[in-house]
């Protein structure tokens, strides 16, 4: 770094200036009433430059890379090497409070909790998606101890994820389970989850499909040969209220099926959290599965949310509220049985859940008669209102 000196006047008196050049962005200058205290500053300041330059020429090579390397991540989250000092002392602290037996890799303990879950009876796909989920976070990191996951980290992964608070919170439950299955192990002394912010009780607003949006989306299932792929999973979701989780299981298919006798079974394999039921089939329900098998609809389907988007886009619905075609079939059910118990042997749902998120509702009795009349034939009526199909309408 070179250094200038210069004479200047100030409120009319002559000083001396030092400059320093840039430091930080910045220029830092500092002025003396005598040239003789700027060059005792000056030779000082070359003293301390050449102590540090010397003990930095005494680090070994391998060393000084790595430390610029630091120091360019730090530089670039804003994080000082103050602030790291100190989060590895209350991390110590933490140690030497609750000494941790042996820890083993992210891996390993990602591994391990699967086979817990699994173990005690826990749905597969919420496993595996589960365990997708805390690979994603410690990708990179996989044989790191997982007791060096600090939670400032995992709070700022969190943060940059694009979630709704709904999916944020059921999200740090999979994690707070996961260190949870560590601390029992003695792999780690605290659980992290614990250190971030809670979310609190979310309002939950139950949205549905007015009778227009769900009689132009089963037209735009019929408009083209593109579309009637879909056919099957959509009238599942409208007019049998199954989840879309279970009408994607891989367990779920045809052969559950039974259009003679007008239901499906839903094992607990396939069924949320074990929740086996038989579901009772309205003849509308009937009409579109013998016209999705008769159009070979695959089951579990295949593409379905891009084929369900493109319906969307051309029956012009830019909405989709969450678990919309089980919502809107649960409403209309409760008007055609006129009797709760009915309805949640049909959906699984506990009293309380259905009366929570559907008894506010108040849809009237005609609008529910005109959802169990929106039959293929209807539907057909309504192609010509979307406008032009892109591709040639299959005939059935």
Known sequence: MKIKKRQITVHGRLKWQIDFGVVDGKRPRKVFDTEKEADNEIAEFEKKQKKIGDAWLRVPRKELDELIVFWEILRKEGVTPQQVWDGFREWQKLQEAKPVNKSVSYREAVDTWREEKLGSGKDERYVEDSVALLQRFGEGREEQPIEQFPAGELREWIAAQKWGLSTKKSNMGRFASLWTVAVRHGWVS?????????????????????????????????????????????????????????IDHPRFGWHLIDLEHAHIEIPAEVAKDGDQRTVTLLPVAVAWLKLALKLKNPLPPVNERKLIDSCCELARITHWPHDVLRKTCATHLRNHYENDWHVIKDLGNSMRILLKHYADLKVPASVSKQHWKLTPDVAKEAVKELGRPETQSAQF
Do not use: D, W, Y
Not at 190 to 216: A, D, M, Y
Not at 230 to 239: E, M, N, S
């Open 190 to 246: 605290e659980n992290i989850v614990e250190r971030l912010e809670p979310i609190g009780k979310l309002r939950v607003t139950v949205e549905i499909f007015n009778h227009q949006s769900c009689r132009k989306l089963m037209a735009a299932s019929l408009a083209n040969t593109v579309h009637q792929r879909v056919i099957a999973p959509l009238a599942l979701g409208l007019f049998c209220g199954m989840r879309p989780e279970e």
